[in-house]
């Protein structure tokens, strides 16, 4: 499975850092919203689901989690550590985020207004979907 990680520009000095995110650039994709997690109890997983359109942006801005990704043949497991890093999620892409630090704050960037009908929340289903989208 390709992975999209990207490294951001940092525009450093003596100061401290600054990162620019914008539309087409940095995110592929024209921002609609923006939502954060933090404050994730311990051994907590969240996500356990993909998407038939969304595509999402997800960067860890403090602190560390793990996100898995599952195109229904291939997972692999993504260390997100680095506030200039970001994590491009696809729709069709099984996510699961796990082993979040104390003070980890997962900020993520979407494509699309927030919509339930979009999400694939059981596995099977999941795995259908992904097989039904070849033909
Ligand atoms: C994703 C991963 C990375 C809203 O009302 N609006 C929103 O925009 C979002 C994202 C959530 N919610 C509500 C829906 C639930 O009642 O917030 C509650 C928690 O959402 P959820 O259980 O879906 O959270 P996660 O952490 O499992 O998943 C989230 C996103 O929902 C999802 O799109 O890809 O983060």
């Known amino acids: 499975m390709e992975i999209k990680k990207y490294t951001f520009q940092m525009h450093g000095d003596e100061r401290g850092q600054l990162v620019v995110l914008e539309k087409d650039k940095e995110i592929p994709f024209e921002i609609k919203r923006v939502y954060y997690i933090y404050d994730v109890k311990e051994n907590v997983k969240r996500g356990f689901h993909a998407h038939k359109s969304l595509e999402q942006v997800l960067v860890c801005v403090h602190g560390t989690c793990k996100i898995l990704l599952d195109n229904g043949k ?48 059981d596995y099977k289903e999941f795995l259908e979907y992904v097989e039904k989208q070849k033909f």
Do not use: C, Q, T
């Open 74 to 121: 291939e997972k692999e497991i993504v260390l997100l550590n680095n506030p200039n890093e970001g994590l491009f999620i696809s729709n069709h892409i099984w996510r699961e985020m796990f082993d979040f630090s104390s003070d980890a704050v997962l900020v993520v960037f979407a494509s699309e207004l927030y919509d339930e009908k979009d999400y694939i929340r």
